[in-house]
């Protein structure tokens, strides 16, 4: 049976990979602010909003855009990954009732950007990332079916990748044991039901009844009241 997956990798790049990491949470994070400004003047304006077809086709312009061609470096999918979040922020803010879409600032929001699994390969204790080359992890567990996709993400001063990932997991055997049905009553204190002709009833147990025996059999005259034996 597959069963999709996810592990986190612990990643370990050297400094200019850690750089690029920067830079490519950057490039998102601005691509995000840019189409969340334009979204508001849209709706400002025509009451209408900006979704994810039409922002994807902003993206090739604003490369091209007198200072702005760093946005070039990161990779195409994390900046297009990016609308499609934000298309999907807008819908749910309407659909579901939830917040409107915020800006996202660099304190209160840690650099990440995606990764399709056609970009991403793992080989012995390295994952080769889009434009960063081979970068060194370490993890228990590493992905070994197909790969779905992957977030890299910075946590504090370290970096991780969180992969998920199809994996052959085997299939539970059938239950043998047919299901009961269990009947709690004052009589009796449970009849079991497991689909036959004839109930099987489960007796309540009666401390009372066997302590008052064994008291008339010893001779106790004081079984009636409430007050402690003293015979």
């Known amino acids: 049976m597959i069963q ?8 370990y790049p050297n400094k200019t990979q ?3 990491m920067r830079q490519f949470g950057g490039a998102t994070r601005w691509v995000w602010n840019h189409m969340l400004a334009a979204n508001k003047e849209r709706y400002e304006a025509e009451k209408k909003f900006i979704f994810h077809r039409e922002m994807q086709g902003m993206l090739p312009a ?3 855009q007198p200072g702005l061609q760093w946005l070039c470096d990161a990779p195409a999918a994390s900046l297009q990954r990016m609308t499609h979040d934000l298309d999907a922020a807008l819908k749910n803010c309407f659909r579901l009732g939830r917040g409107f879409p915020r800006f996202k600032s660099y304190c209160d929001n840690a650099n990440r950007f995606y990764v399709t699994n056609q970009q991403i390969e793992v080989v012995g204790n390295k994952v080769k990332l889009p434009k960063l080359g081979m970068v060194r992890f370490r993890s228990g567990r590493v992905p070994t079916g197909k790969i779905l996709g992957s977030v890299v ?8 990748c969180a992969v998920q990932f199809e994996a052959e997991v085997a299939t539970p055997p ?6 009961a049905g269990i009947d709690l009553g004052s009589r009796a204190l449970a009849t079991l039901n497991a ?6 009833q489960v007796q309540a147990p009666k401390p009372l009844r066997k302590a008052l025996r064994r008291l ?7 079984i009636s009241t ?6």
């Open 62 to 64: 604003l490369k091209k």
């Open 153 to 160: 993400r910075q946590e504090g001063p370290g970096w991780v």
């Open 216 to 222: 008339i059999w010893r001779g106790c005259r004081c």
């Open 226 to 231: 409430i007050a402690p034996c003293r015979c």
């Open 4 to 11: 999709a997956q996810a592990i986190v990798l612990k990643l």
């Open 195 to 200: 689909g036959l002709a004839l109930c099987e």
């Open 18 to 20: 850690a750089d690029l």
């Open 174 to 179: 059938a239950a043998t044991v047919a299901a």
